[in-house]
């Protein structure tokens, strides 16, 4: 466990000093700001909205901007450490490949939950401030439970990019890949649900559809945020898509454990039994 949070502190570092966690950071208070002020310009208002139009602002934007990041800060943790020729280095040292692969998540985990919480965190205070909305736990909640699962989301897309950096043989192909995944999760996998849908007249209802959202860490991170509390609910169209009772927060917040346990398993297993 020492050797994996000495890992873990190390990555942390590298992204301090190569402004990663700054950069990360200042986009998302930014993005969240720039909501809040610009969301409502299409209905014809300039302003700072509510929290909960923030949020669902948020959490549409997020799921295109959170697994970009994710998949950039992580592609080349493996490969990229085997072209610089500092990863029989690294193993040089009393450090199994689990613990460096498992150290090297936990950092870039880091690095995102950091990030999310302060940029966020620190705009959604400013909204709540500037707005002078009264003061409503349940919203708070929802906006706590939106940078809890943002982060695991994120953290799902590292754990995917790990998995990419220790399949492929070069740094180039491994940001490829990455970008390829990006495309699949949050572009093409939405249309081809909605084109079968569309295909099949409708014969995929109500009861089938939203299981087949659970493919894609995306879709789960947004049912969550838009369809899991009330104050949110209001403003959100895919309330009418959550079965009640079914998608619950916390058995969300599983789902998205899952997307994080899955791909860096598979990881672990490929780093493993790979030659080096």
């Known amino acids: 466990m020492h050797s994996i949070l000495i890992v873990a502190g190390k ?9 990663w966690v700054l950069a990360i950071t200042v986009v998302f208070a930014l993005l969240a700001v720039g909501l809040a002020y610009f969301g409502s310009a299409a209905s014809g ?11 669902v602002s948020l959490a549409s934007l997020a799921v295109f901007l959170i697994p970009l990041i994710a998949l950039l800060l992580a592609y080349d943790t493996v490969v990229g450490e085997r072209e610089r020729g500092t990863l029989d280095l690294l ?12 150290g090297k998540l936990l950092g870039h985990g880091l ?7 302060v940029g966020f965190g620190s705009a959604g205070v400013l909204v709540t401030l500037v707005a002078r909305e009264s003061a409503n736990l349940q919203l708070l909640f929802s906006f706590a439970y939106f940078i809890l699962s943002a982060t695991l989301l994120g953290l799902a897309f590292v754990a995917i990019a790990h ?5 492929v043989d070069e740094k180039s192909r491994a940001a490829g890949a990455a970008l390829v995944v990006w495309f699949l999760f949050v572009l093409v996998f939405d249309l081809l649900l909605l084109g079968g849908l569309v295909a099949t007249g409708g014969a995929v209802g109500k009861s ?3 299981y087949l959202l659970l493919l894609n860490p995306t879709d789960v991170f947004r049912l969550a ?14 309330a009418s898509i959550v079965v009640e009772g079914t998608f619950t927060p916390a058995r969300l917040l599983l789902v998205l454990g899952l997307w994080v346990a899955v791909p860096f398993g598979l990881a672990l297993w490929r780093f493993q039994g790979r030659e080096l």
């Open 91 to 102: 193993l040089s040292y009393p450090l199994s490949r689990s613990q460096l692969l498992t």
């Open 208 to 210: 089938v559809f939203p």
């Open 225 to 238: 945020n838009l369809g899991g509390f009330e104050p949110v609910k209001t403003y959100a169209g895919l």
């Open 111 to 117: 690095i995102l939950a950091v990030s999310t919480a």
């Open 163 to 167: 998995l990419i950096s220790v399949t």
């Open 11 to 19: 990555e942390f570092h590298d992204g301090l000093r190569n402004r």
């Open 45 to 55: 208002f300039v302003g700072v909205t509510s929290l909960a139009t923030t949020l």
